[in-house]
């Protein structure tokens, strides 16, 4: 168990293989999945209608940038982290601070990335 | 009453009256009851007077007996009975009318007057019994009493008027019986305002049962108001004078809006004329109007067969065709009143559809030349297959018309044509020498007359162009004939000068050749070359005299060349035969042979092409270059999609080694197998995708195969749905029983790519992406509007999208090279012309179909490969791979030893024994013993003595020894295609282990 422990999530990613792993290790680590989108419409109805702590975000989702996500995100003050196969230059430029964790990734990087995204709350 | 007569009294009353008075005064009245007339009542005497004063027929009867007095003009009705009739009783005298006379007579003494305007009698006066008419009045006469004594009767006998008058209504009835049985038509029309008195049963039958008698003919026939009827009519009325008219054109009609009836008529219209003057007027006619059609049809005939005459005549002595064969359509057009005509010449090819446009008229050429020359469609087929006229009122209409590829009906800017005639034009032979086409925007123009008449002229234009062709081969045959006879005085003649000069134009020509002229014998020494050959090839002329061709040829083409010469001798003459010649310089030179043999010697006229051989390869290295250049640019366009996908897997695979390591640690093993084979899954998807990539992406030179285009289509799909992203729908309409082509399916897999990156840029805001295949016929029509495309079956490959399409300025250019709409740094503008060369090499075509903002279809024709399609090598996995059963050799020889092991292994499990060596010497070594070797599996990167050399020096003991290379992605550019001979195959690296078992077995087995 870690200081993630008991943390509400939302996994934003298309691929079920990949998302599937990602409920996987967030579960390792205490985290609760609270809810999972592949779609960025369906990931906006989860946000007004879920009450969650953090996110995992895909770039691209579906052939769909996720930003309108993060936005909405970063507007109620919930932190996220993103996962991109695109590396740091695939996430927008007003979101380059957040942390990007690049596919493919192994657990521990995961974890690092979304305590840093708690911690600068 | 009767008093006593007074014998003085005077007879002054009775004086004059004529015969009657004389006859009265002389009669011996005392013997009757009258008594002497000086004793007759005043009233008798009165009376007596005044009826023999009389003109007019009269007579008393007077007292009771009723005695007859009479003048002189009633005895003449009284005729024989007179005068014994005087002075008797008036009812005895008409004996035989008593019966009749009773009543009246009767009436009259009843004092009741009697009056009648015609009795009929019939008197005995004559001798004979006669029937008599007569009209008179009893006016009875009373005596001073009052009572009645007589009645004074004066009478008209009006039986000579009334006979006359029955005859004459005999006579009508006669004549209107007559009238009405008559076969033509009669009416009697009466007054000003010509009222029907009379129509006959003809008349009837003809202008319909219409209520005639007394109406007007204005308001009977309201329908010939402005036909001029009524003002004929009119004027007839008028002037007395007959009308009559000959075969005149009448239209009647029922009632509004029922249908019109059209007559023809010849009539008369008679004045009818009595004392007064006109009264009304006659009319009789007969309907004429079958005799008119009769003689209008005759007339017609006529006229067309003066014309077919005429036109017959002047198409027989034109021997011109194009003159003749103008005339006749000129003719059609001016007969049929068409907007214009045409003569196609059935040009029968082997699909038996070109026609080719001769003749035009009514219109310029240009309205036909933009489009192709009509196909055999279902419109035309009967024309040109002769089977008979095709006459339309309206062919758009027509069942046939609209159905065939490529325009269903006219194309678009035709002349617009509804009504249709088409007439075959068919010669005595049978052949259908093409037909005559006539067309008017206007439906309904041509007629069965019109038919006619072109059938007529269709018939002369056949003979005459039977006759012109038949002149023409004639004329040509003479021709040939005074040609060949010229030709051979000409040759007599100048024979002798010819020869003299000929030798001295030939030793000019030997001298000053820029070209090698040279004379071999049948063993190949040289027997004479001529001074170009020290411009070309560096020696002189006595160094080369004398010696044999292997002492220059390049050591490479010394076989060629031998077996060239082999067949040069034996009279096979040779045409651009190439090979190598070695300048005194040591460097080799391109020379293309042309020979012709006499006798022993080969006598041979050779071309230096060496700088066209250079440039040829530089354009071909160009090429290549440019082909992997437009390759690796897909290749970007590729990764760039392919990146993420790529990562995700990597993800799968990463993140599922990660928790196995977890889950391990945490000896929760029961999870592993779950992470184990997602891992793999990941794995297998990540090494499907850089298979794809590396495939295409190796550089390659152009290898036509069989090709099943529907295969390698769907095959793409992947590829190309993560090449577009999820914005385009993407379809495949793939045709059944699709025909093999022959192409370099990487090539083709290629330009497929292209052309869907191309459309994914046409449509950024998404779209649909249709990707076709169908089997198609270029024919002449169209091969003849794009040079360079040959006709014949074709695969055709459609890519069309849903974009914003291509003005036509860009169309044109759209396979130039180099030529781009993309933003700077976006593409090289080499996709379309790479597709458009990598097509035509294939012996194919590409076209490209856009509409602004309707989108583009690029289509791509390859040529049709009759034959069977090639087994892939790649279908069958490993368990299924052919395994050794008679215990073939396989020596493998490769530096890397994981490589080699892996090989090693892979043999082994399938049966086979394998031998190993490690680098080209060791192998060369196993190679020149005698040990079972049915095939050498080698690296061609090895140390030292390369995988090339060692096959070359191993094939010096071994010539039938089969070889496979094993090659990598760099290397492969060095292995161009000329690399392998006979017997040797190369396989790439990364290669499917079942695919190098199948190559094994298939070289071991060939």
């Known amino acids: 168990m870690s200081e993630l422990s008991g943390l509400r999530l939302l996994v934003v990613e298309d691929e079920s293989h990949v998302a599937m792993l990602v409920e996987d290790m967030l579960a390792d680590m205490g985290c609760d999945v609270v809810a999972s989108a592949a779609r960025v419409s369906e990931a906006l109805k989860l946000i007004e209608a879920t009450d969650i702590d953090a996110a995992v975000l895909d770039v691209n989702v579906a052939g769909e940038k996720v930003f309108p996500v993060a936005e909405k995100l970063r507007d109620r003050k919930i932190p996220f982290v993103f996962a991109t196969g695109y590396g740091a230059e695939g996430v927008r430029e007003d979101f380059r601070t957040y942390p990007v964790v690049p596919k493919p990734f192994p657990q521990s990087q995961l974890q690092k990335a979304l305590i840093k995204a708690i911690e600068r709350w | 009453m009767h008093g006593r007569p007074d014998p003085t009294a005077p007879l002054d009353f009775l004086s004059g009256g004529g015969c009657l008075g004389a006859l009265i005064r002389a009669h011996d009245w005392a013997a009757t009851p009258l008594g002497p007339p000086h004793t007759w009542s005043q009233v008798l ?59 009246i007579v009767e009436q009259a003494y009843a004092g009741e007057p009697v009056h009648m305007d015609d009795i009929t009698l019939f008197m005995m006066r004559r001798g004979f019994r006669e029937e008599t008419h007569f009209a008179f009045s009893y006016t009875p006469i009373r005596d001073e009493t009052g009572a009645v004594a007589g009645f004074l009767c004066p009478c008209i006998e009006t039986t000579a008027q009334v006979m006359a008058e029955r005859r004459q209504a005999a006579e009508k009835e006669r004549q209107q019986r007559l009238f009405e049985q008559a076969p033509g038509f009669i009416t009697v029309l009466t007054g000003p305002n010509h009222v029907f008195e009379f129509v006959n049963q003809a008349y009837v039958r003809l202008f319909g049962d219409r209520d005639y008698v007394g109406r007007t003919v204005r308001d009977v026939f309201p329908e010939l108001e402005g036909q001029g009827f009524f003002e004929w009519l009119d004027q007839v009325y008028e002037t007395g004078q007959r009308f009559v008219a000959n075969h005149l054109p009448v239209r009647l009609q029922a009632s509004p809006g029922a249908p019109a009836k059209h007559l023809v008529l010849d009539f008369i219209y008679e004045p009818v004329i009595d004392e007064a003057g006109i009264i009304g007027i006659f009319c009789e006619g007969h309907d004429v109007t079958e005799t008119h059609i009769a003689q209008q049809a005759l007339a017609r005939e006529k006229e067309r067969l003066e014309i077919l005459n005429r036109i017959g005549s002047q198409l027989a002595s034109e021997l011109d065709l194009d003159t003749l064969v103008q005339a006749a359509t000129d003719a059609g057009v001016a007969l049929t009143g068409a907007q214009f005509g045409a003569f196609f010449y059935n040009v029968v090819n082997q699909q038996g559809e070109s026609y080719m446009l001769y003749s035009l008229s009514g219109v310029a050429r240009e309205a036909f030349s933009r489009f192709p020359m009509p196909s055999n469609t279902a419109v035309f087929h009967p024309t040109f297959a002769g089977e008979g006229v095709v006459r339309s009122d309206d062919i758009l209409k027509d069942p046939r018309y609209g159905k065939n590829d490529p325009y269903y009906g006219m194309p678009k800017g035709h002349l617009p044509v509804r009504s249709y005639l088409a007439v075959p034009v068919i010669s005595r032979s049978g052949e259908v020498l093409g037909g005559l086409f006539f067309g008017h925007e206007r439906p309904s123009v041509f007629t069965q007359e019109h038919e006619n008449l072109l059938t007529g002229i269709a018939g002369q234009a056949a003979i005459a162009i039977d006759n ?86 390049w050591p490479e083409d010394a076989a060629l060349t031998q077996s060239g010469l082999d067949d040069a001798v034996s009279s096979r003459d040779l045409t651009n035969f190439e090979n190598r010649y070695t300048h005194k310089d040591g460097t080799p030179r391109w020379i293309s042979w042309h020979t012709s043999a006499e006798g022993d010697l080969v ?58 390591q977890t889950r391990i640690a945490q000896g929760r093993t029961e999870a592993v197998e779950r992470y184990a084979k997602a891992a793999m899954s990941s794995a297998q998807r990540a090494a499907g995708l850089t298979h794809r990539l590396l495939a295409f992406a190796r550089r390659q030179p ?266 990598g992605y760099a290397e492969n550019a060095a292995v161009a295609s000329g690399f392998l001979e006979q017997g040797m195959e190369m396989i790439t690296k990364p290669f499917a282990v079942e695919a190098l078992a199948i190559r094994i077995r298939e070289m071991i087995e060939r």
Not at chain 2, 487 to 515: F, G, I, P, Q, Y
Request: include cysteine; charged fraction near 25%.
């Open chain 2, 45 to 103: 005497k009165t009376l007596v007077s005044v009826m023999l004063g009389s003109s007019q027929p009269m007579f008393i009867a007077w007292g009771p007996e009723r005695i007859l007095l009479y003048n002189d003009a009633y005895s003449e009705i009284l005729a024989q009975k007179h005068p014994a009739a005087l002075g008797q009783p008036f009812l005895d005298v008409w004996d035989e009318i008593r019966d009749d006379l009773i009543p």
């Open chain 2, 468 to 553: 012109a062709r038949l002149f023409r081969a004639s004329q040509h045959e003479i021709g040939e004939r005074r040609r060949a006879e010229e030709a051979l005085r000409d040759l007599n003649h100048t024979l002798e000068t010819r020869v003299a000069e000929r030798t001295a134009e030939r030793d000019r020509v030997w001298k000053n050749s820029r070209d090698l002229l040279v004379v071999v014998d049948a063993d190949g020494i040289f027997r004479a070359v001529n001074p170009a050959w020290t411009e070309i090839l560096g020696h002189a002329p006595d160094e080369v005299v004398g010696h044999s061709f292997l002492d220059f040829i």
């Open chain 2, 702 to 967: 152009l290898a036509p195969r069989t090709v099943d285009t529907n295969k390698l289509v769907v095959s793409m799909e992947d590829l190309l749905r993560r090449t577009l992203g999820e914005a385009v729908q993407m379809e495949f309409v793939t045709a059944g029983g699709l025909w093999l082509t022959r192409c370099d399916p990487h090539q083709l897999e290629s330009a497929i790519l292209n052309l869907a990156i191309n459309a994914r840029d046409a449509m950024p805001d998404g779209g649909r992406l249709t990707i076709e295949t169908c089997n198609t016929h270029l024919d002449h029509a169209y091969t003849a509007l794009h040079p360079g495309v040959r006709p014949g079956q074709y695969v055709c490959v459609a890519v069309t999208d849903t974009g914003t399409g291509m003005p036509p300025e860009v169309i044109e250019r759209a396979f130039d090279p180099f030529f781009t709409t993309k933003p700077l740094g976006q593409g090289t503008g080499l996709g379309l012309s790479m597709i458009y060369g990598f097509a035509q090499q294939s012996e194919g075509h590409a076209r490209i179909y856009s509409e602004v903002g309707q989108g583009t279809t690029v289509k791509i024709y390859l040529p049709r490969f009759n034959g069977a399609v090639e087994e892939e090598a790649e279908t069958a996995g490993l368990a299924d791979a052919p395994r050794s059963e008679t215990g073939e050799t396989v020596l493998v020889v490769e530096d890397e030893p994981v490589v080699r092991d892996l090989i090693v292994d892979v043999l082994k499990d399938l049966g086979y024994r394998a031998l190993e060596a490690v680098d080209g010497p060791s192998g060369l070594r196993m190679l020149q013993s005698s040990r079972r070797i049915d095939l050498l599996v080698t690296d061609v990167g090895l140390p030292g003595m390369n995988g090339r050399q060692l096959a070359d020096q191993a094939r010096e003991h071994r010539p039938d020894l089969k070889v496979l290379f094993i090659t």
């Open chain 2, 603 to 660: 006598y041979a006229y050779g071309r230096d092409v060496t700088a066209a051989k250079e440039q040829e390869e530089a354009l071909r290295q160009t090429e290549e270059a440019l082909r992997q250049a437009q390759k690796m640019e897909a290749v970007g366009q590729l990764t760039g999609g392919i990146a993420h996908d790529f990562n995700n897997l990597l993800t799968g695979i990463v993140g599922s080694l990660d928790l196995m």
